[in-house]
T-cell receptor
Framework: NAGVTQTPKFQVLKTGQSMTLQCAQD?????MSWYRQDPGMGLRLIHY???????DQGEVPNGYNVSRSTTEDFPLRLLSAAPSQTSVYFC?????????????FGSGTQLSVL | GDSVTQMEGPVTLSEEAFLTINCTYT??????LFWYVQYPGEGLQLLLK???ADDKGSNKGFEATYRKETTSFHLEKGSVQVSDSAVYFC???????????WGAGTKLIIKP
């Protein structure tokens, strides 16, 4: 079982560069989300989606875009990277119904913006 | 709004010691409560959950009881191992949506 797959694992960007973090899940989950994890701040929700074609903002959406053209994929785009976006990024998905709240996480992308 | 408060870490224990990590919450209605664990270099994974008052979640020797009267969901383990060293997150989910409200995480260090 592949579960939730994130790429790349590590990335270094220069300020102003753009990039896309990829996330794919093979569990047919409706719900997908992106979090960032910073020391001492726990997890903060960036964007989420409850199904193909539907996205919404989380707690810290500024500087990030998402789209959900298929159930499987939920890429996160950094439009113009800033040092404040240095963080570890996690993609997570969840099944519907009684499975809500059981998040399946990818292994993370460590991003450094210089 | 809803919130989760966890004890600050790191918590350092010797192997075979008893573990308690405190978690309290503020929420309207009847939230579901979760403990997630993050091992070094990995994503989070669900450790246990409880969906209603007085439920006890358990997994891998860890337990937590949903106490509505004290709005708490403390994580306990009777005898910790070095392999339990990780960061533990308490979280809640409201009645009708997917979103989780997260605590800040508690780092646990177990020394042999």
């Amino acid at each position: 079982n592949a579960g939730v797959t994130q790429t790349p694992k590590f990335q270094v960007l220069k300020t102003g560069q753009s990039m896309t973090l990829q996330c794919a899940q093979d569990m047919n989950h409706e719900y997908m989300s992106w979090y960032r994890q910073d020391p001492g701040m726990g997890l903060r929700l960036i964007h989420y989606s409850v199904g193909a074609g539907i996205t919404d903002q989380g707690e810290v959406p500024n500087g990030y875009n998402v789209s959900r053209s298929t159930t499987e994929d939920f890429p996160l785009r950094l439009l113009s990277a800033a040092p404040s976006q240095t963080s570890v990024y996690f993609c997570a998905s969840s099944p519907p119904g009684t499975g809500k709240g059981k998040l399946f996480f990818g292994s993370g992308t460590q991003l450094s913006v210089l | 709004g809803d919130s989760v408060t966890q004890m600050e870490g790191p918590v350092t224990l010797s192997e075979e010691a008893f573990l308690t990590i405190n978690c309290t919450y503020t929420a309207t209605g009847y939230p579901s409560l979760f403990w997630y664990v993050q091992y070094p270099g990995e994503g989070l994974q669900l450790l246990l959950k409880a969906t209603k008052a007085d439920d006890k979640g358990s997994n891998k020797g860890f337990e937590a009881t949903y106490r509505k009267e004290t709005t708490s969901f403390h994580l306990e383990k009777g005898s910790v191992q070095v392999s339990d060293s990780a960061v533990y997150f308490c979280a809640l989910r409201g009645d009708s949506n997917y979103q989780l409200i997260w605590g800040a995480g508690t780092k646990l260090i177990i020394k042999p």
